[in-house]
């Protein structure tokens, strides 16, 4: 069945003003103008970002959605999978990130727009460990990007997580996945857009 319904999820500092979130919103839009996309702006709180991705998509149809995510956006995005039992893209997908920004205590400013900041507290890396704690319930379909080149997570991490679906290995690259529109052709193949 085509996906109708596809949701994106920015990573930590991130927002939908990131390269990889445009680069898509723009294939979507020219090529699959029908397919509803959603590229919401996150809170900080991971407690916070759960209800309201839970609040936004309550109407969407399970058997046609699919979530894809980066670095941050992609630990949501592939619990958001696991619980939902819907296919996910994950890119340079965090694994354990209650450990990670468990040292980003504080305000940080907004990658896209220094102007803009976001405050990260020490009761998020709680909330955090709260849910990599949750068993997933389920193995969907995901296919993981993941670059080797990654500055900021460890790939073999990401690879031990994820193996048990698709894996695209990328040599170099890094964090942000500068070189994304190469990937494009296999990740709108594994989304099956409408």
Partial sequence: MATTHLL???GFRSSPQSAKAQAMAKRVQARHPSVI??????????AQSMALLLQGTASWPRRQMAVMGSSLGGFY?????????????LINPAVHPSRDLARYIGEHPV????????????????ELIELESQPLPTRPATLALIAKGDEVLDWREMLARHQAG?????????????????????????????
């Fill in 8 to 10: 994106y999820l920015h």
């Fill in 37 to 46: 996309w959603w590229c919401p702006q996150l809170p900080a709180s991971p």
């Fill in 77 to 89: 995005a592939a619990w958001l999978s696991a619980h939902w039992g819907v296919p996910a893209v």
């Fill in 111 to 126: 990658w896209q727009d220094p102007a803009q900041s976001i405050f990260f507290e020490a009761a998020y890396v709680q």
């Fill in 166 to 194: 698709q894996v695209h290995l990328i040599e170099g690259s890094d964090h942000a996945l500068s070189d994304f529109d190469e990937h494009l052709p296999k990740i709108l193949d594994f989304l099956e857009l409408a």
